[in-house]
Every structure is written in C-alpha cells, then in structure tokens.
C-alpha cells in the first residue's frame, strides 16, 4: 500500500525521519552555549523543549550544513523524562565499528540480519514421546507465543515428526530437510534452537541416500565375498551418479521400484499395501547388508569407526550432531530433557506398549531389549554430557508402568509431565532472555540515520546477486569508465527487458568498484528498491541515501529540510554538494529497479533525480525501458550518452554461467545435457531463464538420457512448470494458498505467519487431514513439515527481508511475483487469501473455531485451536498494525464494512497503537486505501479529522479527548459513535483528572471557520519567517526595567507559541530554516538565541561601525550584515563563522540599500543594490549594482545606472539565476508606471528588455523555481500583474472590486492571495485565471499576508493575527457557498454558535447563557446541550451575568446600555439608568454597582437591589476622573468600597512617569491603568485614589481583585501589591512565615530576571489560595495567609505565552488557565500541578465552572466563536 504525501507533517513526526536523530559519540561533543552575560533570554525552557546544546566547531564543513560535531540536537538520548542522566547504554563496539564500515560500502564478513523470531527445532523419537509432544502444544506453546509475542518476537516450533507420509518419504528427504530445518532454527533463532526429548529408544535408522564411489565399490565387493542374501539388490537401488562433482551412487526413489507407494488415489488401496510392505522389506533387507558390509569393513580397517557408525546411526542422532555436538555456543541454546523409566526390563516387554517405549529385537521368538541400541544411547549421552553443562541436561526418573505414560491412569505421570512443561518454558525464557540481552547491546541504532537491518538487507544481496554472475564485460566497462570521468556529472542510467540480468549488473559494479579506483579510499551505497519496506517510497529511498552518506561523513541533516517530498527533493541535490564538499573522496550511489518504486510522491516523474552531480559523487540508475515511462522520462532530463541498454547474454557466457552456477552446488553435466540445456536457452537468452533452465538440470543424474529430459521454452513456462509440479507433490489447495499467501502479504510474509495462515485455511486443512486425523485433540494445525518442505523446493525463488523488525520471505524476481499473482492471487482469489491474513494478525490471543473434515467421514471439531501466534495489539507488534489494516483493504467485500471499521478503523484502541507506534498519516493512508475501495461517511470523516488535527495524537489521553472534541457524528453514524464510546470510557478509566468533551465543540463547521486554524491577538508585526514558523512582535511590550524586545514564535502547524525576549537593542531578527533559532545583531555583535532552552551564541563584529542591516538568503544559511561604515560581513549562520569582509573603492561615495544573498551552499554570491552620493566629483547621484564573492574583499564586477532604483523591489528569479531589480520610469511615458530590470547573477549582465509594468509597482513576490520564472506584483492603485521573467510578458492582470492592499503568492498551487481594503482576501487562479471566491478574514483592511508551506498568515489593521490553512481554503468556501445555497432551516444547536457576544451559566449550574450579534439570548441545557429557548433583545450584548432569582445582566458598551431581565423569558424586570460605563456584582448575585457618566464628564455610581428591584443608592462622584480610555469597576469583600480601574491616557501617562523620575526614589511602573475607590457608606462621592507609598503618585498596575475586607489586591510589574483603602497604604508585604521572602512575589522563585506583569489573578472561593497568571506563561497558586506558592517552589510546568484568563471551581479544588497560545490547562489546587493541557482554536474570552463543580464552560474566539463545555474528569 503506497504511502501518502500528508500535508500535516510537523504533528506527524515520522519516528523515523521527523525525529531529530543524534549523532554518535555525541556525548564528547557537548559542552554548554555562551552564559546569559548581559543578554536576557525568553521564558523558561519546560521540560518537552529542553536540549543540549554544543560548542562551535573548529572549522566549517562544506561552508553551511553542521557536521554532527556542530549541532544542536534537539532531543537528548541519555536523559530520562525528568531530565536526570540515565547510564549510558552498553553497546558491542566491534558490531558498531563494523557497521560504520558497512554503511561507507564494505561488503566482507557481513552479520546476518538480526534475528526477530525464536524457532526452536524440537528433536525426539516419536511413538515413544506422543504424550510429551501433546502436552506442549496444548500447555508449552501457547505460553511460549504469549512470551515472546511480549517481546515482539515470533515464535515457531519445527516439529518434523508430525505430518510425515509415506508419499513424503517417496525421496528419502525427510532426514535431509531434517538438518536443513535444525541449521536454518541456527541460523534465525534468538535464543534457544534446538530442544531435544530422549527416551529409552534410540530412533529409526536410515540407510545412506549416497554412497561415494569408493565406498560403494568397497562395499559390493564386501557383499559378495561373504555371499551374502538379497546382494544383488545394492546394484538395483543404487546408481552412478557422475552428475556430481565427486562422482556418488544415489539410492533410488521408492516409486522407481514400488510405483504405488504412498499413493491414495482411489482405487489404489490393495495394491499401496503391497508396495508398501514390499518396500519396507526391501529397506530392512539393504540396511542388513549395509551395515553386515559395513561391520566386515571396519574389521579390516578398511573404514573409520565414525564411518562405520553412520550405518547404525539414528535419524535423531543425525539431528543431535547437527543442533548440539557440532554447533556453535549449544549451551546458549540447546537443552537435554532425558525420561527414564525405571523397572522397564526383558521381564516387562510383554506389558502393553512396552515395545513402543523401549527397543526391541526377536530372539528365538521372544522379545528382548536391544543392547546394541542401549550401547548407542549410552554412548550418545555421554557424548552430550561433555558438551551441555549440568544446567542444560535435564533428567527425569518415573516407574513403568503397563501401557506406558498414562498421566490420567497414574498421578506419578501427570506430576512428571506437569514438571517437564514447567522446566521447558523456564529454560526458554532464561535462553530468549540471553539472546534478547546480546542483542539489545549490539550498536546504539539511535545514534546513526541508517537502519542496521535495512544496510545489512542490501549489501547481502548484492553478495548473494555476485555469486554466479559472469560476462556483461561490455557493460561493466561503461560503468567504469563512466564513474572513474571527472568530467561527466550526470547520473548513468543502465536499462534492459526483465529478467536480462540488470539487477546483477548493478550488483556486480557495487562489489567490484573498488578495483577500478585501486585502493583510494571511496564510498559506495546500494539500494536494490523494493526489495525492502524501506526501499519502496522514493521518499525513505531519498531518506536513507542521504542518511547513510550523513553517517558517513558524519553530517547532521536538519530535520526540516526533509519534512516532507519537496522539501527533500530541494535538500537531495544540496545535500550531495555538502556531502562531496566534506568527504572530497569518491561515492558512488547505485540505485536498482527504479520501476519497483511506489508512484506515491509522483516518484516516476524522476524530479527528484538531480541532473548535475558534484564532481566526486557518482550516481547509477536502472530501471526496465517500458515500466511507468520512466525511461522517457530519464531521456527528457538526461543526454543520451548516459543511458547503457544491457546486452543479451551469448552462448560462450551461458556455459561460462552454467559451470559456474553448477560447480557452486557440487554439481555438472554431461555434454549432451549441455547442448540440450543451451538449445532451449536460445528462445530467451537472459541470466533469469537460464537460473530456472538450471535449477531443473541441477537434478539430472548422469544416467538419465537426454531423450527423457524436459524443459520449457520462455521463463513464465517454467515458473508455470514448477508450480505444476509443485501442486502434483503437496495437493493443488495447500501450494495454491502457499503460494499465494507470499504473493498477497504485505512486503512479504514470515514463516510462521504462513503456518498460522495455512492453519487457519479450512480448504488447505482439509486436503491435508484426508488420511489421518490430527494428532492432538482439539487442535488442528498444519503439520510443520509439509511448509518446511515446500520452502526448501522454493528457496532458489525467495528472498528474505526485514519488515518492522521479522524476517520475511517474498519473490525474488519480478516475473516470479507476476506469475503467483495470477495464478495463486488474482483478483479473485486475492480477497479470499487476504482475509485469511487479517484472521492472522487480527487475534491476540489465538483462534478457536470449528472445522469438518470432509475426507474423515465429516469429522467435526467444534472450537478446534488453530494455534495461531498471538497478535498483540500494541505499539511494538508493528508488523500486526501495518499488516492488519492493508489486509483488511484488501480482502475488499470479504470483510464487512461494519467489520472493518469495528475492529480496525473504528477501533480505538488499535487506532491509538497505531498512530503512537508509526504516526497520524499512516491512518489516513489506511483510511484512504480503504476509501477507494468503498465509499464511506463514517470514515471519510475520520480521515479529515485525522489529516487536520494538530494535536500530539500519539498520546493516548490526547487522542480520545480529539476525537470527542473534534468528531461530529450524524445519527447514523453508528461506528463512529461506538469510538467516541470507547474513547470516552478509555478517559473515564483514565487514573489522571482531564477535561472531558461535552460534546464535539471543536468540531469542523460548514464555512470557511474550518480553514482557520488559529487566531493570535496582542501582536503588532509580522517580522520574518520560514516554511513553517513565524516570528510575531508582542503588541505594546514595554518592559519595566530594560526595554526588552519581547516576541513570540509561532509553528504554523502545530500552532505552538513560544515567547521570545531578545536582547536590548536588538536589531533585524531572523529566524532559521529550522525554526529553532533566531539570528539577530545588537550593535556590536551577531547573536544565535536557541530560544527554547534560553542559550545563545553570539560573535563580535570586531568593529566600532553598527550595524545599518542584516539579510539572509532564502536557506538562512548565510548572513550579510550591513555596517555604517558601507563594509559587508558575511556569516555562516550555522556557525557563526565569519566567512568575508567585503568593502568598496574609496574613490566613490557607495551607499548600500540592498544585500542579495544566493543559496550556493560552498560560494554564496551576495548582490548588493545601492546608491552613489554626489560628490565634488559626482555631482548627481546615481545608483550601483555589486557582486561580491568569497575570497574577494572588492566587488567583483559592479554595474553604475543613471536611473534609480528601487531596491525594495528585487528578487532573484529561476533558481537565482537571474535577478530583478525595480527602477523608476526612465523613459517618462505617460503609460509606463515602473519597470524590473534584469541581470544574471553569476555575471551581472544586464538581460533586455526590461519587464515593463503600467501602473507603479509596490510589491513583487518572484517565483525561484526551475521550470517557470514568473514575477507577481502589487501596484500601488491596488491592482495585481503576473508577468513572465524569461519573456518579460505580461500574462494577466487582476482587478478586483476593492483595491488590494497586500498580496500573497503560492506558486506551485498557481494561486494568489490578495487582501483588501474591506478586510477581505480574495484566492485567484492565475493560470486558470479565475477568482476562486473570497472570504472575510479581519474587521477592517488586510496589513499582511503571508504565504507558507501549508499555511496563509494573515494580520488585519486592528492587530488580530490569523493561521489559515491553505488546502482548507477552497475546500471551505465550496462548502460555504453549498451550504448558503441549501438554506437549510435547522434547530441552532450550540456547536453552530459563531456570533456569540457573551456567555455565562446560570447560579445553579444548569444553564448555559449565550448573547449573539443578532441580538439573541439562548439558554442552553448544560446536560444534554440542547436549546431550551431564545429571546430577542435590543442590544448587542458585550457582558452578560446571571444574577440571583433567575435574571440576567445584559450589557453593552458601545450604547451604554445595561438592561436586567428574566432569564427564562426576556422581560425586562426593572429600568435601569442610561449612560452606564460599567458595572459589578456582588457575591451573593443580588445587589448591581453601576458607573454612569453624566453631564460635562462627571460620574456617578448607582446600588441596584434586586431583592427590592429598585435603585437603593445614587452617589455622584467628585471630579478627578475626567479623561480616560475605558473604566471597570471592582467590589471590595467587605462591599464598602468600590474600585475604578480606569485606563489613563497617554498624557496623564506622561505625567506620571515625569513624577517619579522625579523623585529618583521610585522604580518604573510601564501600565496603563490606575486605581480609585469610592466609599459607598458616605454620600459625599469623594475619591480615594491608590498611591504609592508616601508619596502623591498614583500606583499604576494591570489588575485589581478584593482581597479580604477593604483590602484589593494590584498585580504591577513582577509582583502584587496590597492596598488597604481606608489607610491608603499600597505596598509588598513580606512573608508572615519567611521574612525574607514577599508575598506574592514571583522573582523569589523564578529569579530576578523573570519577566513580565500579571493580568490574571483569582482569589479561590475558600479564600485560602490566589491564583496569578503571568507573562511569562507562570501560573502561581500562593496561599493567601502566607503568602508563598503552595509547595514553596515555583510551577513544575507552564504555558509557553502569557496567561489571559483564570478561574476557580467553587469548590476550589480546580484551577483553570488560558494563554494567548489558545492553550488551556486544568490544575489541581492542593498540589499546584498541571492535570491536563489542551489547544482550542481562538484566544479564550472566558471560562466559567458549574456551581458543582462538575462542568467548566470556556467562551473562545471574536470573529467567529465557540462555547465549550467539557466534564471535569476527576481521575478513576
């Protein structure tokens, strides 16, 4: 299933390519950044944005890309989630010098793939074990799979004994598949192996399938010198076979002789029995001669004891040499169990089965113990004891018994048996555990790029490709030549028909390019694509190309230059050039089969292939000539010189071929076969059909005549062939769903998923249980044997790969593939195999299901046990989570929908594995594979919330809130609602408190609100930004002790907020291409802030001239500063190294205005535009182009113009090839309004005509890229031109309706944004030439647009800033405009409310009250959300407040107006007075304090009695309060006083502020707001305005709350003050318990640094704790008698931005915060700590709790607004 470009990347950190990866050795490195020495930093770093930090390097790598020595990681690997340094991992230092080898190209001694599966080969006799064997498949294995599927292993028991038939025994295989299966358990077994069972048998013996020569010679003569009975049937079963290298006699098949052996066809009964006990007295008859033979030989000394003992030898002893006495390490991973029976004697073998426990000979008629037999076994156990410690052979001693091991009829059996499953697992686990420890301390994979398994895959099969490769001399001399010419820098692309031996070829150079560059160091990497998971996406193709050359260069890739296909195919190229900068050796990158890559990112359009390569870097491309077009495409891009077609093989190489492919496996033939063989190779001369034409002839035997041999003519005859022959020895069903199960699974398929895929197919189990029933009851499952066997008969035709982790096997060859597919798994039959996969992979605790045998008489087993390996859903099986959803798409109408979507998409809980083990986009692909398939609501809207949401979702918690808050399900929705059930009770058994979605009250609307991701208020400037981030200018920041520049970064896509302060008098901030650092320049120096952790690095200009500018190139790799003295500083800003001074001739009077800077990685060409001052010797002045270049202190080349231009209006154009530059109207046309002149930019020559516009051009956007150079600009009439760079045409002109005032550009959709006058922004198609739509953004004209990667940021003339999604543009205003046209007349329901004005809940806590702009009040059900009723009223509410006795408070300011009504029907309960300028109510809800204005500016203040519904009290209030912004009005606790807290002008500001420079005596207080009370018990109206201490000048602040009586509380600057209003004192007060600390005081716990007011602050309901929010993003809980934070210790977390809004739950046992991040936290009041975190999409207007305490409502947004109600979850 092919991946999916998602345009949501940064949510989605691909944990393999998202993730910044830390460099190796790293640790050496690291050292800390420049201290804070004079330079304050922004808010602290929380824990999630902590990083290390490293010193500069020595010396720049390739002038721009950090080396891993340089970087600043931003994740560290040694550091627990507290921050505390773990030990550092153990790590084999051989395996890892090994792989560094590996990954430059080094192709000796390679490990093997790293083991994932313990397959433990089980050894035994058989008849004598069955109870054994039984109770470990009933009780062991399960508990065995559960073991290790826990450790995300495999389990695979190979168990030969079970499933062998006379037919299999036809060909005397069996022993050989035997030790084959026991060496590959070796081979991929972590852990134990080999587990062998003995008893008091010795087990059956076999007789030599080979004889050498001389051997057989000896032993015929043997024969018949002692005349012995039936001599002459050596000659007629043994034959010469000189086929073979060393020539052998062969025993012959049993068929050859008896040809109704293990045939059960019908009819076949009689005369099966026949030849089967005929051949069984042939086969003891030739054993007796044999081993007579063989005892006469041994006498003479004529063969070796160990010779002579192979006659006697048991096929279980076979298998105990191989797995024990001549392994490697056996203790590590065999064990012994040994049953003994004791008082089983001569005297017993007439006892029921005595015979089949113990050997037995016939003596004179009577049974007898074999003592021959008991001397092997003796002898063999001996043996084993000197090669298995004591702890490895396990020893059982049980009495006899009559009828043997019978653990129902004996308790002694039972105990024994129950002890023997008991010690088994123990010594499993003590062995996996031991292989797990060796391997988990192989190599630090975290540190490197590549991927051990994937770099090990590709150069074992280039090993395994170069075996048998012979000629193609022709075209491996073009690739010699080709990569040794210095002067060739385009890729080679080598091409040929399939099968023709290409991928050899490539191997071929791979192995042997070292001899061509004669012992120069070099690096090579190999990619054989799509031979791997990792290797099929052209993007982790890509990936991993540059990863593994970063490793070896040992470079650091920045993680945002690959973020996603276009970045990365800008990055490739690049990338290669630092890479070749650094290294300065060859590298030679080979890529196979470009047709086996997916199509996902448009990988066949090749615009990811770079055309010109740095000298040293060599890049070799093949691919098949018709496949996708990709040869055409290479020819559009490349010359014809690079493209090399591979010849087809001639004879002279085929024989070469054959003797080489043969003499690899001991093999030759005869020259008659020889000529055969090539006669038929003729019809298709290619290295694949010559390998099938081969593994036939590797079975001729020399004696079989040329008149009997058969072989096809083209490849897919043969592959046909041996399928058919395939099908005739194992049955049609178990190869056809074999087969197919290889061809359908998912980057192949391991062997144990076969075995369970088979077991769970009743069509295979049936054909295989015709003749016998399964051997333990209630289990039935395919006999391991017959896979083992047909895997051996394929294993020329599979290759093995790693996917996530398993072994898996697939086709090794394309046609292979091709011809499976059709005939095992067309189209229908694919689905049928697939679903049988997803029953695989599904179950995580096995499968249990009945069958019926039909061919055992309709046997039927009800719930047999399939004994599948357990799937465990969880975040390491990510093979189950891969498999299982591709599978499920695949089985298309096999799988129910409602299956499909309960099980898999619907699934919480494989849902959130998934997205934490892989990422978001994963789903959404699933989600997409399955949607094109089936059209589905429920999962279409899934998708777009999944491919949208940017929230961390890997986070389980995070997840299940998002899909409540986000999701809006219709009413026939039912598996959508069954998640949302399941999320909700996931959250409701969650142990930690969180907010619990109410409803969907963030889910998506059907208008263009959907497209707004965030809105952003409190910033006055856009000042620069990348792809991805911007850097915004905090609205009035005035700091209150050093006029800090205090900013915020914001991430677009995860719409993160970061505050930012930067250093006093800082100057042009930038900010990286990362988006992690901010570059600035203060007057004596250039600055790097890395602003999440607060480090900087900073380097002096070593000059007195400052700074006039300071511009980087669109990579941010370099700087250019600009200083006063006109010298140019040019930086390498990952560095901070300074790579040039350039200056200028002092014979004329330059003047910069303008620095241009290229992206040319090693040698930036910096532009610079300017003027030249008159002179005495100039008298007018004129303007200048420069170019400088590194190296060069002078300009290089400089252009003078009498015309003047206009150095705003230039931009390189076409991959900087080219720059414009505006200029004013030279030929003073009355049409002419400006023009862009046009230079190259290597040579600054000047390019005619000019571009000539008609109207005078403000602004101009340029598009950089290769195929297209257009230019759009903005005119100052406000009218938009696209014009042509190359042509200088003019293609279109835009006009709209209302002038335009910004303008936007995303040149690769063919869109502009263009904002206007009446706060609209218009999308326009320009090369459809269509206006798309426009859509309301801000309340007045558009300041600013800017266009990123896959957002618009745009900020309106009233400062409110907005993050637009730019895919959901159009998208949301078709739906806009459907949904205007449909007119739909619905119930307004609460998710719909984007008018809202104000909101409150009602004192008892059942009601929701909202006021719109359309002048409605609705009440709102807080239970079920449902609209009880509205009522219209005259006012656009802006505050409304419930009172007691069910009314309301209506206000609004604009008119002034307050109004009190019944909350259930909108009556008017009394008039109040006009003129109200605002108003407060006490606690108990039934008392009203008006402020109204009166005539000539005079105040009064009016007491409002509900109770009596009338004005008890009228004051007017004396003058001093004239002249102010605005005026709020606070209550004192004892609701004497009331508080006016009145926004002074800028004047009386002034004056303020001149009052205490004054003085000298008073520290600065930057706010805007000062503070009067008056006393309501008096009638005089006086005014008692709030001081500072002993003086006349008013105490200015932000907030004022009641504290306690007559005292308010007022947050300014740092800290709070108290104000007692009857003694007038206002100052801090020091701790009643620490008197050194203040109360209140924020600098005591974060420092004196610390930074910022606070304008939220809340008193708890208990009065014992003050909640106070602060700039910094700090939320402090101090108690209120103490004065200190609870904990005496500052937060442990906190918002990233200033915090806007607290409230209290009533019970005050929560705390909940909102920031100007949109950020909101719910905290827990006794421990002061963060609970839950979540963003919403608007800046939060309020947040309210229930009078329970159950529910928190939060009011969001201004333009278009939300109310959301979420249950406070307390934690389970």
Same mark, same amino acid.
């Given at each position: 299933m092919a991946s999916k470009a998602n345009p949501k990347v940064a949510q989605d950190l691909a944990p393999k390519h998202m993730k910044p990866i830390l460099p190796r050795r790293i640790s050496s490195f690291a050292s800390e950044l420049i201290g804070h020495g004079g330079i304050n930093m922004s808010t602290p770093p929380t824990k999630e944005t902590k990083s290390l930090n490293l010193k500069a390097p020595k010396k720049s790598v390739g002038g721009s890309t950090m080396t891993k020595k340089q970087a600043v990681i931003t994740k560290p690997s040694l550091m627990d989630p507290k921050g505390a340094k773990k030990e550092k991992p153990q790590f084999d230092k051989e395996a890892e010098d090994k792989f560094d080898a590996m990954i430059k190209g080094d192709m000796t001694d390679l490990p093997p793939l790293p083991k994932s599966i313990v397959k433990i080969f089980l050894s035994s006799t058989f008849s004598d074990m069955r109870e054994e064997r039984n109770m470990l498949a009933r009780e062991v294995y399960p508990r065995l799979q559960k073991i290790c599927a826990a450790q995300d292993l495999e389990f695979q028991v190979v168990d030969m004994r079970w499933g062998v038939t006379d037919d299999s025994q036809n060909d005397h295989s069996v022993e050989k598949i035997c030790l084959l299966e026991v060496e590959n358990c070796q081979k991929d077994s972590l852990g134990p192996n080999f587990m062998l069972i003995t008893g008091d048998r010795y087990g059956f013996q076999p007789i030599p399938t080979e004889l050498s020569v001389d051997e057989f010679s000896m032993i015929r003569k043997e024969i018949q010198e002692m005349n012995l009975e039936n001599k002459d049937l050596l000659d007629t079963w043994y034959k010469r076979d000189d086929n073979a290298i060393q020539p052998v006699y062969i025993l012959q098949t049993v068929r050859s002789m008896f040809p109704f052996f293990g045939d059960y066809s019908p009819g076949c009964d009689e005369p099966r029995a026949r030849d089967t006990a005929n051949w069984w007295k042939t086969f003891e008859a030739l054993k007796k001669l044999l081993q007579t033979a063989a005892h006469s030989l041994l006498k003479k000394e004529k063969i070796s004891d160990e010779r002579y003992h192979d006659f006697y030898k048991s096929v279980t002893e076979f298998e105990i040499d191989k797995g024990i006495l001549k392994a490697n390490d056996p203790q590590l991973h065999a064990v012994l169990y040994d049953r003994t029976f004791q008082g089983l004697t001569d005297a017993n073998l007439v006892e029921r089965n005595a015979d089949k426990h113990i050997d037995v000979i016939k003596q004179s008629g009577k049974s007898e113990i074999n003592q021959e037999i008991v001397k092997l076994r003796k002898e063999l156990s001996a043996r084993i004891s000197k090669v298995l410690p004591a702890s490895n052979i396990r020893s059982f001693l049980l009495p006899w018994k009559p009828g043997g091991l019978d653990p129902e009829a004996h308790p002694e059996h039972k105990t024994y048996l129950t002890q023997f499953c008991e010690t088994f697992v123990a010594d499993c686990q003590r062995l996996i555990e031991g292989g797990l420890s060796k391997r988990r301390n192989q190599i630090r994979q975290g540190e490197y790029y590549s991927r051990y398994s994937e770099v090990i895959h590709h150069l074992q099969f280039c090993k395994t490709k170069c075996q048998t490769f012979c000629g193609q001399e022709e075209t491996l001399e073009k690739a010699r030549s080709y990569i040794l010419d210095k002067d060739n820098r385009s890729p080679l692309v080598i091409h040929a028909p399939s099968g023709a031996g290409k991928t050899s070829v490539m191997a071929m150079i791979m192995s042997i390019v070292g001899n061509w560059f004669r012992g120069e160091k070099h690096i090579k990497i190999i990619r054989f694509l799509g031979t791997s998971p990792d290797s099929i996406n052209i993007y982790d193709v890509l990936f991993a190309v540059l990863g593994q050359l970063a490793d070896a260069a040992e470079l650091i890739m920045e993680p945002v230059r690959y973020k996603n296909m276009k970045n990365l195919i800008e990055y490739f190229p690049r990338f290669l050039r630092v890479v070749s900068n650094a290294?300065?050796?060859?590298?030679?990158?080979?890529?196979?089969?470009?047709?086996? $890559?997916? *199509?996902? @990112?448009?990988?066949?359009? /090749?615009?990811?292939? #770079?055309? $010109?390569? *740095?000298? @040293?870097?060599?890049?070799? /491309?093949?691919?098949? #000539?018709?496949?996708?077009?990709?040869?055409?495409?290479?020819?559009?891009?490349?010359?014809?010189?690079?493209?090399?077609?591979v010849p087809i093989l001639p004879e002279t190489t085929g024989r070469e071929i054959i003797k080489k492919y043969l003499g690899l496996k001991n093999r030759t033939l005869t020259e008659e076969q020889v000529k055969f063989l090539l006669s038929i190779f003729k019809n298709d001369p290619s290295p694949l059909f010559l390998k099938l034409l081969l593994d036939r002839a590797e079975k001729w035997y020399s004696f079989t005549e040329v008149s009997e041999l058969h072989l096809t003519n083209t490849v897919l005859e043969s592959i046909n062939t041996l399928f058919q022959q395939l099908e005739k020895k194992y049955g049609l069903q178990l190869i056809s769903s074999a087969l197919g199960f290889i061809s359908v699974g998912l980057n192949g398929i391991t062997d144990i998923e076969i075995e369970d895929a088979l077991s769970c197919d009743d069509r295979v189990l049936d054909e295989v249980y015709r003749f016998h029933d399964p051997p333990v009851n209630g289990i039935v499952r395919i006999p391991p044997v017959l896979w083992a066997r047909i895997r051996h008969d394929i294993q020329e035709y599979i290759v093995e790969r790693?996917?996530?982790?398993?072994?898996?096997?697939?086709?090794?060859?394309?046609?292979?593939?091709?011809?499976?597919?059709?005939?095992?798994?067309?189209?229908?039959?694919?689905?049928?195999?697939?679903?049988?996969?997803?029953?695989?992979?599904?179950?995580?605790?096995?499968?249990?299901?009945?069958?019926?045998?039909?061919?055992?008489?309709?046997?039927?087993?009800?719930?047999?046990?399939?004994?599948?390996?357990?799937?465990?859903?969880?975040?390491?099986?990510?093979?189950?989570?891969?498999c299982l959803a591709y599978h499920v798409v695949n089985a298309r109408a096999l799988i129910e929908p409602s299956r499909a979507k309960s099980l898999v998409f619907c699934n919480f809980k494989f849902l959130q594995t998934k997205i934490a083990a892989f990422s978001v986009s994963h789903v959404t692909d699933d989600l997409s594979s399955y949607l094109e398939t089936f059209e589905d609501e429920e999962l279409l809207l899934l998708r777009n919330f999944l491919s949208t949401s940017k929230d961390n979702l890997r986070l389980p918690v995070r997840l299940a809130v998002c899909l409540l808050a986000y999701i809006n399900c219709d009413e026939g929705h039912f598996h959508l609602k069954k998640l949302l059930a399941q999320a909700r009770e996931y959250l409701i058994t969650n142990k930690s408190p969180l907010l619990l979605p109410a409803f969907c009250c963030l889910a998506a609307r059907r208008d263009i609100s959907e497209a707004l991701d965030a809105t952003l208020k409190g910033f006055s400037n856009i000042v620069t930004e990348n792809s991805e981030y911007v850097l915004l200018k905090t609205l009035n920041a005035i700091d209150d002790e050093d006029q800090r520049d205090r900013f915020a970064v914001v991430n677009t896509v995860t719409e993160d907020l970061q505050q930012v302060t930067l250093a006093n008098f800082c100057n042009f901030p930038k900010i990286s291409k990362s988006g992690k650092e901010i570059f600035f320049t203060t007057n004596s120096s250039l600055v790097c802030l890395y602003y999440e952790d607060r480090k900087f690095k900073k380097v002096g200009f070593e000059t007195t001239s400052q700074p006039l500018a300071f511009e980087v190139n669109d990579d941010r790799k370099f700087g250019v500063i600009h200083l006063s003295d006109e010298k140019l500083l040019l930086y390498d800003l990952m560095t901070l190294k300074k790579m040039g001074i350039f200056s200028f001739e002092k014979s004329r009077n330059y003047k910069v205005s303008r620095v241009h800077c290229t992206n040319d990685e090693t040698s930036p060409i910096i532009i610079v535009v300017g003027e030249i001052a008159e002179t005495d010797k100039i008298p007018r002045s004129q303007s200048f182009l420069a170019q400088f270049r590194v190296g060069k202190e002078n300009p290089v080349k400089t252009v003078i113009l009498d015309a003047t231009l206009k150095p705003e209006l230039g931009s390189f154009l076409h991959e900087e090839e080219m720059i414009v530059i505006g200029t004013e109207n030279l030929l003073k046309s009355a049409n002419i309004g400006s023009q862009l002149m046009r230079y190259e930019t290597k040579s600054l020559n000047q390019i005619e005509p000019a571009i000539i516009f008609p109207q005078k051009i403000i602004q101009i956007y340029a598009e950089t890229s290769s195929s297209s150079s257009r230019l759009a600009v903005l005119s100052r009439e406000g009218v938009v031109f696209i014009a042509d760079g190359s042509s200088t045409k003019i293609l279109s002109e835009i006009k709209l309706n209302n002038p335009v005032t910004q303008l936007g550009v995303k040149w690769e959709k063919n869109v502009v944004l263009l904002g206007d006058l009446q706060g609209y922004i218009t999308v326009y198609d320009i090369k459809l030439n269509k206006n798309l739509g426009s859509f309301f953004a801000h309340a007045i004209s558009v300041k600013r647009i800017v266009v990123l990667e896959e957002h618009i940021v745009s900020m309106g003339e009233k400062l409110e800033t907005k993050i637009w999604s730019f895919r959901g543009l159009h998208e949301d205003m078709q739906k806009e405009r459907k949904a205007k046209q449909e007119k739909q007349i619905t119930q307004p329901s609460l998710l719909e409310q984007k008018s809202t004005s104000a909101a409150d809940l009602s004192l008892d806590g059942k009601d929701l009250i909202t006021c719109t702009e359309e002048k409605f009040v609705r009440i709102w059900s807080v239970a079920n959300q449902e609209l009880q009723r509205e009522f219209k009223v005259d006012l656009v509410v802006d505050t409304v407040q419930c009172l007691a006795d069910r009314c309301i408070a209506v206000f609004e300011k604009s008119k002034q107006r307050l109004e009190i009504l019944d909350q259930d029907y909108g009556k008017q309960i009394l008039k109040t007075s006009p003129n109200v300028l605002a108003f407060v109510v006490n606690n108990d809800r039934d008392k009203i304090y008006t402020v109204n204005s009166q005539m000539e500016g005079s105040l009064a203040v009016e007491v409002i009695d509900l109770k009596l519904k009338k004005i008890t009290k009228s004051l007017n209030l004396k003058k001093g309060i004239e002249r102010f912004l605005s005026i709020d009005a606070v209550l004192s606790t004892s609701e004497r006083f009331l508080v006016l807290q009145t926004q002074i002008t800028n004047e009386e500001y002034e004056t303020i502020v001149a009052m205490w420079k004054k003085t000298g005596s008073f520290q600065p207080q930057h706010h805007r707001y000062r503070f009067t009370a008056v006393d309501l018990t008096q009638g005089t109206g006086g005014l008692m305005p709030c001081l500072r201490q002993l003086s006349k000048i008013p105490t200015l602040g932000e907030k004022c709350i009641p504290f306690s009586g007559n005292v308010m509380l007022i947050t300014t600057r740092r800290w709070i003050v108290f104000w007692d209003i009857p003694t007038g004192k206002c100052d801090q007060k020091p701790s009643k318990v620490d008197r050194a600390k203040g109360m209140f005081y924020r600098p005591d716990w974060l420092g004196q640094e610390c930074q910022g007011t606070s304008r939220a602050i809340v008193q708890s309901p208990n009065k014992e704790f003050l909640a106070v929010g602060s700039e910094d993003g700090y939320m402090f809980l101090y108690n209120t008698t103490t004065g200190l934070p609870l904990g005496h210790m500052k937060p442990p977390s906190c918002h990233t931005v200033e915090v806007m809004q607290i409230s209290i739950s009533p019970d005050s046992r929560w705390v909940a915060s909102a920031c100007r991040n949109n950020t909101l936290k719910l905290w827990d009041s006794a421990s002061a700590k963060e609970q839950f975190s979540l963003r919403v999409d608007s800046e939060v207007q309020k947040i309210n709790f229930t009078c329970d305490s159950k529910y928190v409502a939060v009011f969001t947004g201004s333009q278009s607004t939300r109310l959301l109600l979420f249950q406070i979850h307390p934690g389970a």
């Open positions: 290294l300065k050796i060859p590298v030679v990158i080979i890529l196979d089969s470009l047709d086996q $890559l997916s *199509p996902a @990112n448009n990988a066949y359009a /090749l615009e990811w292939v #770079p055309t $010109l390569l *740095p000298p @040293n870097i060599k890049l070799i /491309l093949s691919t098949l #000539p018709e496949e996708h077009n990709i040869k055409e495409n290479l020819r559009k891009l490349l010359p014809e010189n690079c493209m090399v077609a790693m996917s996530h982790g398993k072994t898996t096997l697939h086709w090794y060859h394309r046609q292979f593939i091709a011809a499976a597919t059709k005939r095992y798994a067309s189209d229908e039959k694919a689905p049928y195999l697939n679903k049988i996969l997803v029953d695989v992979f599904l179950h995580e605790d096995g499968l249990q299901r009945d069958i019926t045998l039909s061919q055992r008489k309709n046997l039927k087993i009800p719930n047999a046990d399939r004994q599948i390996t357990p799937q465990p859903c969880t975040v390491t099986n990510k093979r189950k989570l891969s």
